[in-house]
């Protein structure tokens, strides 16, 4: 399994961005991937996660500015996986990294996707990209 980022660069606080990861060499059509971010001599902290359905759910910290999608190619068992980033602030700079977790698609309580349960299954057992840098200066 290979995931790998691009797309990050340095910005104007307020900017916007559009990161990107290739996911490939995946054998299950079901999944669960997310954006993590790691601030400067800060922990790594998801933002963003979404199935192999599309259900998204995201942390309060990019609620309304951020937005994570996916492009399938299903059969191929490739996926780009997207996280659009607007209104940046300059807490926002750090390594942004892609993790998916192929044992199946989003765990749910209820009808509800567990955020913090699919965070730990992708830190426990997903695969992960390099990251990408993104910049955001005033």
């Known amino acids: 399994v290979q995931l790998v980022e691009s797309g990050g660069g340095s910005v104007q606080a307020g900017g916007s961005l559009r990161l990107s990861c290739a996911a490939s060499?995946?054998?299950?059509?079901?999944?669960?991937m997310g954006w993590f971010h790691q601030a400067p001599e800060k922990a790594r902290e998801a933002i963003a996660i979404?199935?192999?359905?599309?259900?998204?759910?995201?942390?309060?910290s990019a609620k309304g500015r951020f937005t994570i999608s996916q492009d399938i190619s299903r059969g191929n068992f490739k996926n780009t996986l997207y996280l659009q980033m607007t209104s940046l602030k300059l807490e926002d700079t750090g390594m942004y990294y892609c993790?998916?977790?192929?044992?199946?698609?989003?765990?749910?309580?209820?009808?509800?996707?567990?955020?913090?349960?699919?965070?730990?299954?992708?830190?426990?057992?997903?695969?992960w990209g390099q990251g990408t840098q993104v910049t955001v200066s005033s």
């Open positions: 060499g995946y054998t299950s059509d079901t999944y669960c």
């Open positions: 993790a998916a977790d192929f044992r199946g698609s989003c765990m749910r309580v209820g009808e509800e996707i567990s955020f913090m349960a699919n965070v730990h299954g992708m830190r426990m057992n997903g695969y």
């Open positions: 979404i199935d192999s359905g599309g259900s998204t759910l995201y942390a309060d």
